[in-house]
């Protein structure tokens, strides 16, 4: 069977996230270089949850985390990255130069400058600085649901603007080898040193070649909890389509969380092995960009629980 060109994201910002992509797949290149190349679009932009644009901890610094994975189980990951643009290419640099899958924090920073990634200014965009003095008046956590499709940093969801994002790649290239990416710069506000789903292999992001591959966005400790896209990947080694597999993790989610479920937002993307694609939210509000061969720019409002 002729494998399926295809690329899918997380969030109204994958639409652009998936042209980078596309290039990449559309003249035959490899899924690892889509997925890489994808998300690097997000990164680049002025956005709430991705990249250097990104809202900072609670001291006030933008501390960014991003992880990778090809079709063979290689995969790289950083974590807590400071002044670095493209956190995506370093997790890459993790995984094909040393022989380990993490690098957090200052070493992450290190080995990044020693790679010829340029340090880049310590300084929060004119948005973040914004909604961090907000949120200083108050200083309380209480993450947004579906802050990341928000035009609002502050106050969550008011429709028409879509321009946030916390984007999770998926791809499968002309010789059906899947690769994923995922890339944020995590939770708004969050704690100095928290780390979230997304540099987790097997929480934000998993692959295996031979079944399927799934990632998440949303609330990352929840994620991690049921170690959520690794479970997506196994239900569907057990034959759930790649949706079924999506919503039976956030049942699961659910399920943990009862009468606080109502407070999160949680997603899940995947893609199978014959590339079909399906996803799965918590809550309304979840998209998910789609490209392939006949749907160069298709968006989908993703099926919710609650
Ligand atoms: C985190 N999962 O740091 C990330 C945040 C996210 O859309 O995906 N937001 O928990």
């Not at 028409?160 to 321009?163: D, H, I, L, M, S």
């Given at each position: 069977v002729a494998s399926k060109l295809l690329v899918i994201s997380t969030w109204d910002t994958g639409l652009s996230a998936n042209l980078g992509a596309w290039k990449v797949l559309s003249q035959g290149g490899r899924a690892l270089d889509a997925v890489e190349a994808g998300v690097m679009v997000t990164e680049a932009?002025?956005?709430?949850?991705?990249?250097?644009?990104g809202n900072p901890d609670r001291e006030g610094i933008v501390t960014l985390d991003a992880c990778i994975m090809d079709e063979q189980f290689n995969c790289g990951s950083v974590a807590a990255l400071e002044r670095i643009k493209h956190p995506i290419s370093v997790a890459r640099r993790v995984m094909e130069r040393t022989p380990h899958v993490m690098l957090v924090g200052e070493g992450a920073q290190q080995f990044a400058v020693a790679q010829g990634f340029p340090l880049e200014p310590q300084k929060l965009s004119p948005d973040a600085e914004k909604a961090y003095r907000e949120w200083l008046k108050t200083s309380q956590y209480k993450p947004v649901v579906n802050i990341e499709n928000s035009g609002n940093r502050k106050t969550g969801p008011v429709g028409?603007?879509?321009?946030h994002d916390t984007i999770a790649m998926l791809a499968q290239d002309a010789q059906g080898r899947l690769s994923g990416s995922c890339t944020t710069s995590g939770m708004?506000?969050?704690?100095?040193g928290r780390l979230g789903d997304s540099p987790l292999i097997g929480s934000g992001l998993f692959v295996d070649n031979a079944v399927g591959a799934a990632a998440a966005t949303g609330q990352g400790e929840d994620v991690i909890r049921i170690a959520g896209a690794h479970t997506v990947v196994e239900l569907m080694r057990q034959g759930m389509s790649p949706k079924v597999a999506c919503k039976a993790a956030v049942e699961r989610i659910a399920k943990i969380k009862g009468d606080k479920a109502r407070d999160i937002q949680v997603c899940f993307i995947a893609v199978n092995a014959q590339g079909q694609h399906g996803a799965f939210a918590l809550q309304k509000g979840f998209t998910y960009a789609v490209c392939d061969a006949s749907n160069q720019q298709q968006l989908i409002q993703a099926d919710y629980l609650l």
């Open positions: 932009s002025q956005n709430c949850c991705v990249g250097l644009g028409g603007a879509n321009n708004g506000f969050k704690m100095r």
